[in-house]
T-cell receptor
Framework: GENVEQHPSTLSVQEGDSAVIKCTYS??????FPWYKQELGKRPQLIID?????GEKKDQRIAVTLNKTAKHFSLHITETQPEDSAVYFC?????????????FGAGTRLAVHP | SQTIHQWPATLVQPVGSPLSLECTVE??????LYWYRQAAGRGLQLLFY??????ISSEVPQNLSASRPQDRQFILSSKKLLLSDSGFYLC????????????FGPGTRLLVL
């Protein structure tokens, strides 16, 4: 069935270090992979996304890579800052009987220590 | 630009009471609409999605229901709340056609006592 696994569940880094979060998906037909950042008590906000026709996308300190063969994608944050502390969710897009939906990973709680 | 609203922002209800949460979207037509629930410290659980007026698909069996009386209005309801219904309820929208991003509303925090 539809499933997205996300690792690690928690990640603690020192300010300035890099952070990497990994996700795997089950349906090879999935073709869109967004990443959301959720600060405490707030709504999830899209930070970057990638479609299946590219292997990598970068936006300043954030990058996402996609390996369609292995069915996994990763979020890379470089030069982390305390304001990067949040829960990060990956997601994979599925077509389901004419409906479109995102299947989310369980989330990664990132803590960046000054 | 598109805007999504949810109300109320917070709600405290006794067990067994009814529930009605509302979500509206501005600045777009014929959106896909979604209801998610997020338990404290947990992930996002898709509850319902809708591709048009009166068209609702339920993801999980539960005592909640959803309705879409207008193109840009999505309502989440319950006749009798359970303790387990507590959580953060998020409405989201996306463009109907194609593979598009979902954008979340500000959410309603529900506490059932």
């Amino acid at each position: 069935g539809e499933n997205v696994e996300q690792h690690p569940s928690t990640l603690s880094v020192q300010e300035g270090d890099s952070a990497v979060i990994k996700c795997t998906y089950s349906d090879s037909a999935s073709n869109y992979f967004p990443w959301y950042k959720q600060e405490l008590g707030k709504r999830p906000q899209l930070i970057i996304d990638i479609r299946s026709n590219v292997g990598e996308k970068k936006d300043q300190r954030i990058a996402v890579t996609l390996n369609k063969t292995a069915k996994h994608f990763s979020l890379h944050i470089t030069e982390t800052q305390p304001e990067d502390s949040a829960v990060y969710f990956c997601a994979a897009f599925y077509f389901s009987g004419g409906y479109n939906k995102l299947i989310f990973g369980a989330g990664t709680r990132l803590a960046v220590h000054p | 630009s598109q805007t999504i609203h949810q109300w109320p922002a917070t709600l405290v209800q006794p067990v067994g009471s009814p529930l009605s949460l509302e979500c509206t979207v501005e600045g777009t037509s014929n959106p896909n609409l979604y209801w998610y629930r997020q338990a404290a410290g947990r992930g996002l659980q898709l509850l319902f999605y809708s591709v048009g007026i009166g068209q609702i698909s339920s993801e999980v069996p539960q005592n909640l229901s959803a309705s879409r009386p207008q193109d840009r209005q999505f309502i989440l309801s319950s006749k009798k709340l359970l303790l387990s219904d507590s959580g953060f309820y998020l409405c989201a929208w996306s463009v109907l056609a194609g593979v598009e991003t979902q954008y979340f509303g500000p959410g309603t925090r529900l506490l059932v006592l």
